[in-house]
């Protein structure tokens, strides 16, 4: 099995977003709406054998931002509700996936570190957001908070 095999495996397990309609499920049509936001929405690092992590952040307005903690709307409704060629002031730590023998290795760290200071540069971030689904998640979401000075709001968790 190839690395993105085992990526798009890892998503699976890690979020069935079969089962959670609440959950974004991403596909060429979500892939295509997050191009349209920023280039910085999706990264990837890889090695020779293919991707061995996935970034998916989402740039949104702080109204959305708050309507998506609060329960209010989903994933995908943030996605889709997101306004195109506006200034954000918000970021949706969506997913990180890193093969297991990636991880703890400060890459994913680093990938989203850089996403970010793309974003920043385009727009007066003032919040990340997430929806923790992991312990590893939830630790990751408050280190890149530590790491860019951008105070941390959090959805009711699913761990």
Known sequence: ???????IQLAEKSFDVRNDPDQLDVDEEVIEKLQQLHEATLSEYADENGPVIWVLLIPTTIELMNRFLQNEITETELLNLTPRNISYEAIYLCSALTLEEFRHKGLTLKLSLKAIENL?????IKFLFVWSFSEEGAKLSKRISEETGIPLLERKSKI
């Open 1 to 7: 099995m190839n690395n993105f095999q085992r990526l």
């Open 120 to 124: 920043r540069r385009d727009y007066p």
